[in-house]
């Protein structure tokens, strides 16, 4: 069955940086388009970032393009969000899943990513 493990969350000073790693498994990763999504407290869940199954297109929502970029390692089975310039509205559970800006699997524990002010 599909299994998606995230990692690389943590606390960060506003600014700062962090890259956001997701494993995958029990589906072909190279023939599938992925995104990063997150769940701030309060709110509902929200896309964040998508890549197509080659790497070449990707998708970033306004609110965070020119300081996130998503990328994938098909070889590795892995995807990334490398972002920088950290704000504390950024705090929240970081996700991924299946499918190009529309999610498709089960999603997984996530990781936290919190910015302190």
């Known amino acids: 069955q599909v299994q998606l493990v995230e990692s690389g969350g943590g606390l960060v000073q506003h600014g700062g940086s962090l890259r956001l790693s997701c494993l995958a498994s029990?589906?072909?990763?190279?023939?599938?388009?992925m995104s990063w999504y997150r769940q701030a407290p309060g709110k509902e869940r929200e896309l964040v970032a998508s890549?197509?199954?080659?790497?070449?297109?990707?998708y970033h929502v306004d609110s965070v393009r020119g300081r996130f970029t998503i990328s994938r390692s098909n070889t590795k089975n892995t995807v990334h969000l490398q972002m920088n310039s950290l704000k504390p509205e950024d705090t929240a559970v970081y996700y991924c899943?299946?499918?190009?800006?529309?999610?498709?699997?089960?999603w997984g524990q996530g990781t936290q990513v919190t910015v302190s002010s």
């Open positions: 029990g589906f072909n990763f190279s023939s599938t388009a």
């Open positions: 890549i197509g199954s080659f790497g070449v297109s990707t």
């Open positions: 899943n299946t499918g190009w800006r529309e999610a498709g699997a089960r």
